[in-house]
Nanobody, 126 residues
Framework: QVQVVESGGASVKAGEPLTLSCTTF????????MAWVRQAPGKWLESVSC????????FYADSVKGRFTVSRDNAKNMVYLQMNNLQPEDTAVYYC???????????????????WGQGTQVTVSS
């Protein structure tokens, strides 16, 4: 059974950093591209970032470029989202998502991901 589990959500103040973590079970992690997708209250899903299983490809939404960094450690089955200079508009539930095996690169389209975590809340106050 496949599981995707996020952690690290918290309430922070504007300008502060936060790192989210995600691990998977039941997948060949080193062949799985990963994405971070968020959903703010009353808004659609917004893909934040993705990283290919080869670590060669990463993409970022324009709204987070220069502030967020995605990384992964295949030996630990972990993917991370380092978020710097958080702003109130970053407030959302952040989901970690895993692709089917051997996706070519990665995509910011949520439909490209087959397995999803339950989400972790990030709240940024001004």
């Amino acid at each position: 059974q496949v599981q995707v589990v996020e952690s690290g959500g918290a309430s922070v103040k504007a300008g502060e950093p936060l790192t989210l973590s995600c691990t998977t079970f039941g997948l060949t992690f080193e062949q799985t591209s990963m994405a971070w997708v968020r959903q703010a209250p009353g808004k659609w899903l917004e893909s934040v970032s993705c990283i290919s299983w080869t670590e060669v490809t990463t993409f970022y939404a324009d709204s987070v470029k220069g502030r967020f960094t995605v990384s992964r450690d295949n030996a630990k089955n972990m993917v991370y989202l380092q978020m710097n200079n958080l702003q109130p508009e970053d407030t959302a539930v952040y989901y970690c998502a895993a692709s089917p095996p051997a996706m070519r690169g990665c995509t910011l389209h949520p439909s490209g991901y087959k397995y999803w975590g339950q989400g972790t809340q990030v709240t940024v106050s001004s």
